[in-house]
């Protein structure tokens, strides 16, 4: 029997699985929320067709690919052998949604990873957005977050966003780099990441021409205005990034870019009981996780970016399909993890930025839970888990169910008492998106395949 | 360091009797191998439920322990100033039949809990929208129970345990107990733990579903088994269900000993907004895979009472044990096979509502004071508990 492969997300690593998957025999069912394929990494213009993506015109003509773009996955259930991958196709507040729950005798997860925003006073403030956000707006719809923006986190991602902000005609004011830069790159990574380096050296020129400061070891502790941001505070970070006194200087901006990394979206590897090392999923050479027939690719298995992505991807699907590992791909995962690890050791989020917020900033924005309320949750209600912490402050209780404020709240948390917050358990979202109380009371459609 | 009682298990009910305990000057330290109310305590509903219960002994300890939450809530506002917030609602329950055959069990049923002292108010069917507006027209029969009452019971078993602590109690989370020491008369005399062993006077099994085991643990088996509930959890709405509504066969679920699937709908508000269908009840081990079937139940019945939920977003759903005994009653009591060992477990999916009355039983008991109501239908040595395990 045509094994049947399901693979989510359509970034990368998903458009990889499935070609690979579907060149090898399988029967792919190709799943993202989007409407068109290509993930964060090649967003394409609103109304864009998928020959814009490596891979994309083969994927959209091959006979064993069905392509399920504008489509949740809401939650994967365990079978006797395999899953069931309970799927909503259709905008979400729109009447006209289906349901659909698909077999997969092996899923390929490639949901990706969302950049990791960190609370500061007025970060929640109009025009203060992420840099995710901020590339989004320009490369899918050519709209400019604002005139003058500063950017400002951690890693090599800055510089495109930064890149793709002058390209719709933005002003940078300056791009603030809380780590070291390239100065923190060891020599390995170096080595494997020399292809990158050529990327990053273009940046460079771009930032150089159109006069955009590039500052290390400094970032955005504030932002002020009334109804949106008019201006910033920006200091000088010590090596644990603390603050260092005398160095706020104050700008005036109209939107500001942050991004300190990424967090991979995690919930359906946590529903289908992955297990997870250091907050990714921990996989095998054929990228099959501690679950039988649930594979993984991508940043969910550690931030790398879109190379080491699709590779990985390329691993995944075929061993989805019952093939041996593609020798071509292994090798470029192999040097692509070098690099990543390079990445992550040049670009920690290091333990400092917890002296950032003040007592009434918004740690949770969905259900409004400031850092003072959860400090008094976590010590006087002695809140020690994650579970506990959310039922008494209510942080990550609200429409994001945490995505944003999950992470922060955990590490916040553990700086005021001995508990233990399982940064996974901040990604048990057993209902992966939301749906609404009549859809999920219908009968799904089963698929005929 | 030597405590008078250990208590295993820092869900509501091991909070209860550890505070019960403290307040009657005992000292107590509490334990728990995880985070104190993280596992069943963190998720149910809060219940405080007197309409779901036949006339018998667990309808008695409901009853007490309804009286006893406002003056224990009171006591903990002393202690606890604003930390001793609940969100204690006394909303008061409806609970309705939705088909002709359901409608006289239920007014029998109320008719019964009436002649026992529990205020059910017959409500004519053409009422019920007086009550709830956007109920399903299609009500037969519908009762009114103003005793009826909710609260977080997260905040709740943290607002017990700050108390304990206030009070010179010892609560440590992440210590897992893994047996007991007797001495050579075979009393108890520590706990042993993942840190070291603890020396005490009494030790109080509250572990909840896991109470089976940590009694086989300790020498002394009781059977008490998990039974899964799911609860589902929607985006905030503006004030839409004003009490907690039911549909009478919740009455015959929780009853049941079946391992099937039952759920039955109870829909309420909560006062951050989103509302709480409950609750599934299914006898599936420790499995804790969620249920797409499970999931389906529960949305067809709340939006059958609640035509208006269908178009509402299911924000997420939670699931639990809940610790049962095969003749489902709690266990609130001594040990006869091992002097010093106690059990407080067995609520199902009570436990919330019953630990006033259940924490209060246990210190009396513990203490030799005179009971506040009759302990023998909760003792250890009842056959269903002893033959199953």
């Given amino acids: ?449 | 360091m030597h405590s008078d009682v250990v208590v295993v298990g820092a869900g509501v009910i091991g909070a209860a009797c550890a505070h019960a305990l403290s307040v009657a000057g005992v000292r107590v330290t509490v334990l728990d191998r995880g985070a104190p109310a993280s596992a069943t305590t963190a998720s149910g509903e809060g219940n405080v439920l007197v309409s779901d219960k036949a006339p018998g002994p667990e309808l008695d300890l409901a009853m007490a322990s309804r009286l006893r939450w406002p003056s224990l809530i009171a006591s903990l506002r002393e202690d606890l100033g604003a930390g001793a917030e609940i969100e204690w609602e006394a909303k008061g329950g409806l609970v309705v039949a939705t088909t002709e055959a359901a409608a006289q069990p239920l007014l029998d049923f109320a008719a019964a809990q009436r002649a026992v002292g529990v205020e059910a108010c017959a409500v004519p069917a053409e009422r019920a929208r007086d009550f709830e507006p956007h109920l399903t027209p299609s009500v037969t029969a519908a009762v009114h129970y103003p005793q009826d009452a909710q609260l977080q019971p997260v905040l709740a078993a943290c607002a017990l345990l700050a108390a304990v602590r206030k009070r010179g109690g010892t609560v440590r989370s992440g210590v897992a107990v893994s047996g007991v020491d007797t001495d050579a008369a075979g009393r108890v005399r520590a706990v042993r733990t993942s840190d070291g062993e603890v020396a005490c006077g009494a030790v109080i099994n509250a572990c909840g579903p896991w109470s089976g085991a940590f009694s086989t643990a300790a020498g002394a088996p009781i059977a008490i088994l998990p039974r899964r509930g799911i609860v589902l959890v929607t985006a905030a709405l503006p004030a839409t269900i004003r009490h907690k509504v039911y549909d009478a066969d919740y009455v015959g679920a929780v009853a049941s000993g079946d391992a099937d699937l039952q759920t039955s709908s109870v829909v309420e508000s909560t006062p951050a907004g989103p509302v709480l269908i409950g609750s599934s009840r299914q006898r599936v081990g420790f499995t804790d895979h969620l249920e797409v079937a499970v999931l389906r139940e529960l949305a067809r019945k709340a939006v059958a009472l609640f035509p208006i939920l269908a178009e509402v977003p299911v924000m997420r759903a939670y699931g639990g044990f809940r610790p049962y005994a095969p003749d489902h009653l709690p266990v609130i009591g001594p040990d006869p096979r091992v002097p010093g060992l106690w059990h407080a477990t067995g609520h199902e999916g009570a436990g919330i509502g019953l630990a006033a009355a259940t924490g209060r039983l246990m210190a009396e008991l513990l203490t030799g004071a005179q009971p506040h109501l009759d302990p023998a239908p909760f003792r250890v040595d009842r056959p269903a508990l002893m033959e199953a395990a």
């Fill in chain 1, 1 to 449: 029997m045509t094994r049947r492969v399901v693979v989510v997300g359509a970034g990368p690593a998903g458009v990889s699985a499935a070609l690979a998957a579907a060149d090898a025999g399988a029967q792919v069912t190709l799943v993202d929320s989007a409407p068109t394929v290509g993930g964060q990494f090649h967003r394409q213009p609103a109304g864009a067709g998928p020959d814009k993506v490596p891979g994309g015109s083969r994927l959209v003509e091959h006979p064993r690919v069905r392509l399920l773009t504008d489509t949740v996955v809401w939650t994967v259930e365990p079978l006797h052998s395999g899953h069931l991958v309970h799927v909503r196709t259709g905008q979400a507040d729109g009447p006209g949604r289906h349901g659909e729950a698909l077999t997969a005798d092996a899923l390929v997860l490639a949901t990706g990873a969302y950049d990791r925003a960190l609370p500061f006073p007025g970060w929640d403030l109009p025009g203060v957005v992420t840099a995710g956000a901020a590339q989004a707006l320009a490369k899918g719809q050519g709209i400019a977050i604002g005139d003058r923006v500063l950017v400002a986190g951690t890693g090599p991602f800055l510089l495109p966003v930064a890149q793709s902000l002058v390209g719709v005609g933005a002003q940078v004011v300056e791009v603030l780099e809380a780590n070291g830069g390239i100065r923190g790159w060891t020599p390995s990574a170096l080595v494997a990441g020399r292809g990158k380096l050529a990327e990053l050296a273009g940046y460079a020129r771009l930032l150089a021409t159109h006069r955009v400061p590039y500052r290390t070891r400094r970032t955005v502790i504030a932002a002020h205005g009334e109804d949106r941001v008019t201006s910033v505070t920006t200091a000088a970070l010590d090596r644990e990034w603390r603050v260092k006194p005398g160095t706020e200087r104050r700008l005036p901006v109209d939107a500001v870019c942050v991004g300190f990394g990424f967090t991979p979206q995690l919930e359906l590897a946590v529903s289908a009981r992955c297990e997870l090392v250091d907050g990714f999923v921990e996989v095998t050479p054929t990228q099959e996780t501690s679950v039988p027939g649930v594979f993984a690719a991508g940043e969910l298995t550690g931030i790398g970016g879109a190379d080491l992505a699709a590779a990985e991807g390329t691993i995944a699907g075929a061993c989805a399909a019952g093939q041996a590992i593609p020798e071509a791909a292994l090798r470029k995962a192999r040097r692509g993890r070098t690099f990543a690890a390079g990445l992550a050791n040049a670009y920690p989020v290091r333990p400092g930025w917890r002296t950032w917020p003040a007592d009434d900033t918004l740690v949770c924005r969905c259900e409004e839970v400031t850092l003072g309320a959860l400090r008094t949750a976590a010590r006087e209600r002695d809140a020690l888990g994650v579970r506990s912490l959310k039922l008494t402050s209510r942080v990550g209780l609200g429409l994001c169910q945490g995505r944003v404020c999950g992470r922060n709240a955990a590490e916040l948390a553990a700086g005021y008492t001995g508990g233990h917050y399982d940064p996974s358990d901040t990604a048990r979202r057993p209902i992966a998106a939301p749906l609404r109380l009549g859809e999920l009371a219908e009968d799904p459609e089963k698929e005929n395949t």
